[in-house]
């Protein structure tokens, strides 16, 4: 057995440009038309025409309404704090200090410090849950946790798959750590890290892949190759830069690759399993190393033959790591992977049913960023959230715009709101999966490959489905989903989950005034977008209730939240 492993160059000659700031990017994304956009920056690709960028006339201080809806998209929530931020920094300003903002600690860590290394953790998920949601409401960090999570939902990988028995609360901080490490990098860099990384090797069954046996008559496993594309990176037709599938002459689509694709580039992905670090499997898997660091080749088990592919040929005799970074290095400059995966990063996080015109000006930034690189997804990220698609009050009042809110982010919005803390460490929000009694959704436990819900799912005989739309969240939400997330959040309201305290200090001091106390957590949770009708109908409800203590302020403060987060208007995000 040989191991063979990527050099680290190879990775980091994708590296994004650190030259310019999300400021000095705003004022060309925000006058330049895609076709004067294009020309500068040599990208290009589809048949679509050209989609004119509007102009942007973003406020120099946003209003805090305008802030609350900004940090809706961008954020895991708002608070009064936060929304101050925006307004003092405008948005391009709060993006630039958050890219600046260094990660605090890692998910690897948390584990080891919680002593989950011990022995009788090795076969479980214990300790998972409490360092992914600990991230998620307490991190400093909050646009690099919104971003990570956006791509756990993209390249998508579960506790819940990871075979083997061995150390999935670990595999799970590997794989979520993996992806915040990346969320403002390059794509090329992230695309060749979940690649290597043991949970996607054992999520995706190819961890210990073998090349093909001419005598039993065994082939390579082809899940990861088909994954690769049809859901990582470019979807199962060819697409216009725009995102909208490329049509021939009589309006028929093409499909993006074939099982012929598949079966040739799932050679590639041959030999490689744990680094075992010259050790055996039995003394390798006694600690958790072996799920963090990337694989490795056994080459016994590599297909050294020619390998064919999306129009590419890797000649044989290629090494496996060769062969590996000319396949990636194919996949990442196809056409589709711009319009495919920035459709999808702005349906999670601004709105179902991107314009055509705003899926095509983030995808010309994402094919070049202005300085000639392709993929940075700091720039993307930027570009997206800066659009004035993303920005525009017009905009979101068009029928169709927004999104549902994923039930994990409106509970985050919650305990980011009110500072909810964990005093004794142990940030027992728990596996929120079940629909019944919790979220319907938890942090890296999706039931497939597809994720909780697929971006394209369209609620059956339904309005959305009249009007031609998708609701890719809506494929989670039911009679069960709806109660089971009112009584979990109340309960986490209440101060009855598990340690997870909140501070409603400030909510307490206007508690006895229905009205003000509605129009705070109006402005924090829901950016001043409950209708007059939905705050008078709960103005009415929480004045109706008695006040003038303590405890009876902490009544309405709860009862105030439960009916905000069960609000329409909150749930719904434009």
């Not at 090329?188 to 005598?215: E, H, I, W």
């Not at 064919?308 to 044989?316: H, K, V, Y």
């Not at 405890?551 to 329409?568: D, K, Y």
Request: proline share 6%; aromatic share 8%.
């Amino acid at each position: 057995m040989t191991a063979e492993v990527p050099p680290i160059a190879e990775y980091n000659a994708f590296a994004p440009t650190d030259a310019l700031t999300s400021q000095q990017l705003l004022p060309a994304w925000g006058t330049l038309s895609l076709t004067a956009a294009l020309g500068a920056c040599g990208g290009g690709g589809g048949s679509a025409a050209p989609n004119p960028t509007p102009p942007i006339a973003l406020p120099l201080l946003p209003t805090a309404p305008e802030a609350s809806r900004f940090l809706a998209q961008v954020a895991m929530g708002a608070s009064q704090t936060e929304i101050a931020r925006v307004q003092s920094l405008g948005y391009a300003g709060w993006l630039d200090e958050q890219f600046a903002v260094p990660a605090t600690g890692t998910r690897w860590a948390m584990l080891l410090q919680g002593g989950f290394t011990a022995v009788s953790f090795k076969s479980n998920a214990a300790g998972f849950d409490a360092v992914a949601w600990r991230k998620l409401i307490g991190g400093p960090d909050t646009l690099r946790q919104r971003i990570a999570l956006a791509l756990s939902e993209i390249f998508v990988a579960s506790v819940e798959g990871f075979t083997g028995g061995i150390w999935q609360q670990f595999a799970g901080a590997a794989y979520l750590d993996l992806l915040e490490a990346n969320a403002f990098g390059n794509y090329r860099t992230l695309l060749q890290q979940v690649t290597l990384s043991p949970p996607m090797g054992m999520f995706l069954t190819y961890r210990g892949n073998a090349k093909a046996n001419p005598t039993t008559g065994a082939l390579p496993d082809e899940n990861y190759a088909r994954e690769l594309m049809q859901l990582f990176t470019i979807g199962l037709v060819e697409l216009n830069q725009d995102g909208t599938p490329k049509l021939d002459s009589v309006g028929k689509t093409t499909v993006a690759y074939t099982q012929s694709d598949i079966t040739g580039l799932a050679r590639v992905f041959t030999g490689w399993d744990f680094d075992l670090a010259g050790q055996t499997f039995a003394n390798a898997n006694a600690t958790p190393d072996l799920v963090r660091r990337p694989m490795v080749q056994v080459a016994s088990r590599y297909e050294s033959g020619a390998k064919s592919f999306l129009r590419t040929t890797i000649d044989a005799g290629t090494s496996a790591v060769q062969s590996l970074g000319q396949a990636l290095d194919a996949i990442f400059a196809h056409a589709n992977v711009a319009p495919f995966f920035c459709r999808q990063l702005i349906q999670r996080l601004i709105t179902s049913n991107p314009s055509p015109g705003y899926v095509s000006r983030v995808a010309a930034v994402f094919a070049n960023d202005g300085t000639g690189t392709r993929g940075n997804l700091r720039a993307v990220v930027a570009a997206l959230l800066l659009d004035n698609d993303a920005r525009s009050a017009s905009v979101a009042a068009e029928p169709g715009f927004g999104k549902l809110r994923e039930p994990m982010l409106r509970f985050t919005a919650w305990a980011r709101a009110y500072g909810a803390t964990s005093p004794s460490g142990a940030w027992d929000v728990g596996n929120t999966s079940d629909p019944a009694r919790a979220l319907a959704q938890s942090p890296l436990r999706a039931p497939s490959v597809f994720n909780f819900f697929r971006p394209g799912y369209v609620p059956p005989n339904s309005a959305i489905a009249s009007a031609a739309l998708a609701a890719p969240e809506f494929q989670i939400t039911n009679e069960s989903s709806v109660v089971g997330y009112v009584n979990f959040m109340q309960r986490a309201v209440a101060g009855s989950l598990g340690d997870i305290t909140p501070d409603y200090t400030g909510l307490l001091a206007l508690a006895d005034d229905a009205l003000a106390l509605l129009a705070d957590i109006n402005l924090v949770l829901a950016a001043n977008q409950l209708s007059a009708a939905t705050v008078s109908a709960l103005v009415a409800a929480v004045q109706s209730m008695p006040s003038g203590t303590d405890e009876r302020r902490r009544n309405r403060v709860h009862a105030a939240l439960v009916l905000v987060l069960a609000a329409p208007e909150f749930i719904v995000q434009t």
